[in-house]
């Protein structure tokens, strides 16, 4: 069974710090990697795509991917109190795409 | 700027009813598909459609229906509703299914008493 594993959390990080997700997952094929943010009572929002190895930046947002090792990271610098939420790590997989059960990320002020 | 909307937002069921979430996408995505999701967990597929009358079963697909008729709307039935389908379910788009990522609508939350 593909699967894609998140540590649930929660991770606690001070206000400005940078906060690392981590995700790991099974099918060697996966192509495409995304992650999702999703506040409480909220529908999951789409913040970072990356379907090559390296890195992929986005304002405070980076993207890491290893598909030698199958891991792809989440990285937030300077990390806000408005960050905290439930990160989603998504793989596809043919034609569907599979979610790791999600980081729950607690940035305190 | 509509994007994936669902409709209702809340539900509240009795056993054994039956009902129909509603999914309308107007972005012309030829893939749509929609997850539950329970309390605390991720995200589960029940089933997804790749085009017009074309559907196929995920994850969890017993106790649900689905059709397409139309590129625009993805319904989900539930028949004989069970307190185990209590939970949020959302309906998602993509133009394809490899490498666009999906798009949520707001979600329904559905309680069965």
């Known amino acids: 069974q593909k699967e894609v594993e998140q540590n649930s959390g929660p991770l606690s990080v001070p206000e400005g710090a940078i906060a690392s997700l981590n995700c790991t997952y099974s099918d060697r094929v996966s192509q495409s990697f995304f992650w999702y943010r999703q506040y409480s009572g909220k529908s999951p929002e789409l913040i970072m795509s990356i379907y090559s190895n390296g890195d992929k930046e986005d304002g405070r947002f980076t993207a890491q991917l290893n598909k030698a090792s199958q891991y792809v990271s989440l990285l937030i610098r300077d990390s806000q109190p408005s960050d905290s939420a439930t990160y989603l790590c998504?793989?596809?997989?043919?034609?569907?795409?599979?979610f790791g059960g999600g980081t729950r990320l607690m940035v305190k002020p | 700027n509509a994007g994936v909307t669902q409709t209702p937002k809340f539900r509240i069921l009795k056993i054994g009813q039956s009902m129909t979430l509603q999914c309308t996408q107007d972005m012309n995505h030829n893939y749509m598909y929609w997850y539950r999701q329970d309390p605390g967990m991720g995200l589960k597929l029940i089933y997804y459609s790749v085009g017009a009358g074309i559907t196929d079963k995920g994850e969890v697909p017993n106790g649900y229906n689905v059709s397409r008729s139309t590129t625009e709307d993805f319904p989900l039935r539930l028949e004989l509703a069970a307190p185990s389908q209590t939970s949020v379910y959302f309906c998602a788009s993509s133009y394809s299914g490899r490498d666009q990522p999906q798009h949520f609508g707001d979600g329904t939350r559905l309680s069965i008493l």
């Open positions: 998504a793989v596809t997989a043919g034609n569907m795409l599979t």
